[in-house]
């Protein structure tokens, strides 16, 4: 009786796909963890000779462009009202799984002053987790204008939140 009831079963789950019709493949969406791009909020402060630093702080969202190379554009403001937009391109050298060493290079525009700047420098990144992150640099800034004589360094130490 046995025989004949696990016969009967498979033939009705044979029968059933035979009527299934065509099979299709499941496709199956990757899961992406974030776009890459970072957001970084930061204090900077601008040191042009011994006797002159000037503090403030700004904004600025880094974008992914190759392996470890990514572009950022951003905005600053500091004390007596001196905005400056910049724009970037930092190489990133990871030495741990949480640790990066990274070059930093690019131009910015003190709005206030009209005065372009190229800089260069480096910094450090310390990830927290795969979404939050603190980093610190230093940029020398070379006026390509006249009105300095020596260019200014601009530290900068912030927070990057990825999404």
Same mark, same amino acid.
């Given at each position: 009786?046995?025989?004949?009831?696990?016969?009967? *079963?498979?033939? $009705?789950?044979?029968?059933?796909?035979? $009527?299934?019709? !065509?099979?299709?493949? @499941?496709?199956?969406?990757?899961?992406? !963890?974030?776009?890459?791009?970072?957001?970084? #909020? &930061?204090? =900077?402060? #601008?040191? !042009?000779?011994?006797?002159?630093? #000037?503090?403030?702080?700004? %904004?600025?969202?880094? %974008?992914? *462009? $190759?392996?470890?190379?990514?572009?950022? @554009?951003?905005?600053?403001?500091? !004390?007596?009202? %001196?905005?400056?937009?910049? =724009?970037?391109?930092?190489?990133? &050298?990871?030495?741990?799984?949480?640790?990066?060493?990274?070059?930093?290079? +690019?131009?910015?525009?003190?709005?206030?002053?009209?005065?372009? &700047?190229? /800089?260069? /420098?480096?910094? *450090?990144?310390?990830?927290?987790?795969?979404?939050?992150? %603190? &980093?610190?640099?230093?940029?020398?800034?070379?006026?390509?204008?006249?009105?300095?004589?020596? +260019?200014? *360094?601009?530290?900068?130490?912030?927070? /990057? $939140?990825?999404?």
């Amino acid at each position: 009786m046995n025989k004949l009831i696990n016969t009967i *079963v498979a033939l $009705f789950g044979l029968s059933t796909l035979a $009527f299934a019709g !065509e099979t299709r493949p @499941v496709t199956v969406l990757p899961v992406v !963890e974030s776009l890459g791009l970072t957001a970084k #909020v &930061f204090a =900077a402060s #601008v040191i !042009e000779d011994t006797d002159n630093i #000037v503090y403030g702080g700004g %904004v600025s969202l880094e %974008v992914p *462009v $190759f392996t470890n190379l990514n572009l950022e @554009v951003g905005g600053s403001i500091f !004390e007596d009202e %001196v905005y400056a937009i910049n =724009a970037n391109a930092i190489y990133y &050298f990871p030495v741990t799984d949480t640790v990066s060493l990274y070059t930093i290079g +690019g131009g910015s525009y003190d709005i206030d002053n009209e005065a372009w &700047f190229v /800089g260069g /420098g480096a910094g *450090v990144k310390y990830s927290l987790s795969s979404t939050l992150s %603190v &980093f610190a640099d230093g940029i020398y800034n070379w006026n390509t204008e006249d009105d300095y004589e020596d +260019g200014v *360094v601009t530290v900068r130490l912030g927070v /990057g $939140f990825k999404f």
